[in-house]
């Protein structure tokens, strides 16, 4: 547990992260038209806030100004603060909450780290257990689910069935009990089990070494697919943006895998 939470993480990996991370904040978080939800219509001052700044070109052009700071790393910390004031209010936009959701989970546990350029190069960026909280984020939403789906109802295809005729955001139709996709017929149940088994190994897959390559490839495969069922807007790219989280070389392969053959430790 030790080494799990407080092994020190790699500059490189943080600095490639936090650069990823603007980027993908300025990608998720960019308002595409869309207004304020109705849960903030409903109060007349949020209502008026919204319109008056949130929604407003300069709001945006604040948040890139700070973007491309952190994205530097000068203050990294203090940035990665004011991004999550400042993209909370976009938050509860008609689209994109829970992939926003997961956008402002993971900047808040890794504003945690050191990542500014100076620390980089002098303190180091710290340990490693704000990463682990991201990576144990992107377990908990694929076990979420997996977790959610492992009923009798869903299994059987009957709540896919009953989504696609009632939900306006699935594209597929499934009414007669089959995914049609282009001459192959695939019966519903078929697609259910495969879809809560893939998740299910998706939770856990990319903990360990030799089976995160495989993990990353069926959770690509697994999002393109999903694009031609339903569309969920961006979570699916928030979700695949965490597997960084589990790529990048945060902890020195050294330190990940010791060596049996090191004479450290071993008495003559």
């Given at each position: 547990m030790d080494a799990f939470f407080f092994a020190p993480a790699e500059a490189p990996a943080v600095r490639m992260f936090r650069i990823?991370?603007?980027?993908?904040?300025?990608?998720?978080f960019w308002p595409?038209?869309?207004g304020p939800a109705a849960?903030?219509?409903?109060?007349?001052?949020?209502?008026?806030?919204?319109?008056?700044?949130?929604?407003?070109?300069?709001?945006?052009g604040v948040i890139l100004v700070v973007l491309a700071l952190f994205a530097i790393g000068w203050h990294?910390?203090?940035?990665?603060?004011?991004?999550?004031?400042?993209?909370?209010?976009l938050n509860h936009l008609e689209r994109g909450i829970q992939s926003g959701h997961v956008m402002l989970v993971a900047l808040g546990c890794f504003a945690w780290l050191r990542s500014g350029e100076r620390a980089l190069r002098t303190t180091g960026p710290g340990p490693i257990w704000p990463i682990q909280l991201i990576r144990l984020q992107l377990t908990f939403v694929y076990a979420l689910n997996a977790l959610w789906k492992s009923t009798p109802h869903y299994l059987s295809g009957d709540a896919l069935v009953?989504?696609?005729?009632?939900?306006p955001n699935f594209i597929a139709s499934f009414s007669d009990g089959y995914w049609h996709v282009g001459p192959l017929a695939i019966p519903v149940a078929v697609a259910a089990v495969a879809s809560t088994l893939t998740e299910a190994f998706l939770a856990v897959g990319f903990w360990f070494p030799r089976t995160r390559r495989y993990a990353v490839v069926a959770g690509v495969a697994f999002h393109l697919v999903l694009q031609q069922i339903v569309r969920i807007f961006m979570l699916d790219l928030a979700t695949m943006f965490l597997y960084?989280?589990?790529?990048?070389p945060f902890t020195p392969r050294a330190a990940a895998?010791?060596?049996?053959?090191?004479?450290?430790?071993i008495e003559p």
């Open positions: 990823a991370l603007a980027g993908m904040l300025a990608f998720v595409r038209g869309s849960k903030v219509l409903r109060h007349p001052v949020l209502a008026e806030l919204y319109e008056s700044i949130v929604m407003t070109p300069t709001y945006w990294s910390r203090l940035g990665a603060v004011l991004l999550f004031l400042l993209l909370f209010p009953g989504m696609s005729e009632r939900l960084l989280a589990f790529l990048l895998m010791p060596n049996p053959r090191s004479d450290r430790g």
